[in-house]
């Protein structure tokens, strides 16, 4: 079935480095893709998006990264912050089924001081 | 931040009474979104609106319904909760055209005892 999965469930980086965080989708007809950063206790935040027809975009400290021949999708985070410890979701649009996201599992990010 | 509020924050309730959970954006957003999150399977939509009087199904809506009488509002039911309703709840609005940001709420936890 159509799915978005991610490589590693949690990722612990020290203050000041950069954090990398992936995403693999399984339908090719996905034509958006979106990143949301989910704090404890609190509802997710977006942080980036990406078309279909675009393979980088870039933020304030983050860049999203879309392959779609192998439909990977990844999240950097420029001098990962203690405030950017989150659980980072991406989630995916079907192009014909455009308001239903398909969500992955999260990605816990810690970061140490 | 699109103001966006839920109410309850907390709930506990017991196995077979009727719950009501309440969304409210002040952003005169089109489309709003019910999703429960658990731990292994991330954000599931559970039923969405695009305006007033419309709303559809999502991947898990059970035993759950939903009104949308204004566009501020957005209401999901539970007919007789279950204790597999236990969860967190979280709302999103998003504005009318394609493919853009959603806003959650902060989120509801519900206990069904």
């Known amino acids: 079935g159509e799915s978005v999965g991610l490589h590693l469930p949690t990722l612990s980086v020290q203050e000041g480095d950069n954090s990398i965080i992936n995403c693999a989708y399984s339908?090719?007809?996905?034509?958006?893709f979106i990143w949301y950063k989910q704090e404890s206790g609190k509802g997710p935040q977006f942080i980036i998006d990406?078309?279909?027809n675009m393979d980088k975009r870039q933020g304030q400290r983050v860049t999203v990264l879309l392959n779609k021949t192998v439909k990977h999708l990844s999240l950097q985070i420029a001098a990962t912050q203690p405030g950017d410890s989150a659980v980072y979701f991406c989630?995916?649009?079907?192009?014909?089924?455009?308001?239903?996201?398909?969500w992955g599992l999260g990605t816990s990010l810690a970061v140490n001081p | 931040d699109a103001g966006i509020t839920q109410s309850p924050r907390h709930k506990v309730t017991e196995t077979g009474t009727p719950v009501t959970l309440r969304c409210h954006q002040t952003e005169n957003h089109r489309y709003m979104y019910w999703y429960r999150q658990d731990p292994g399977h991330g954000l599931r939509l559970i039923h969405y609106s695009y305006g007033v009087k419309d709303t559809d199904k999502g991947e898990v809506s059970d035993g759950y319904s939903v009104s949308r009488s204004k566009t501020e509002d957005f209401l999901l039911t539970l007919e007789s909760a279950t204790s597999s309703q236990t969860s967190v709840y979280f709302c999103?609005?998003?504005?009318?055209?394609?493919?853009?940001?959603?806003?959650f709420g902060q989120g509801t936890r519900l206990t069904v005892v």
């Open positions: 339908n090719s007809a996905s034509d958006y």
């Open positions: 989630a995916e649009n079907n192009a014909g089924n455009n308001r239903k996201l398909i």
């Open positions: 990406i078309r279909s």
């Open positions: 999103a609005s998003e504005p009318g055209h394609k493919n853009t940001e959603a806003f």
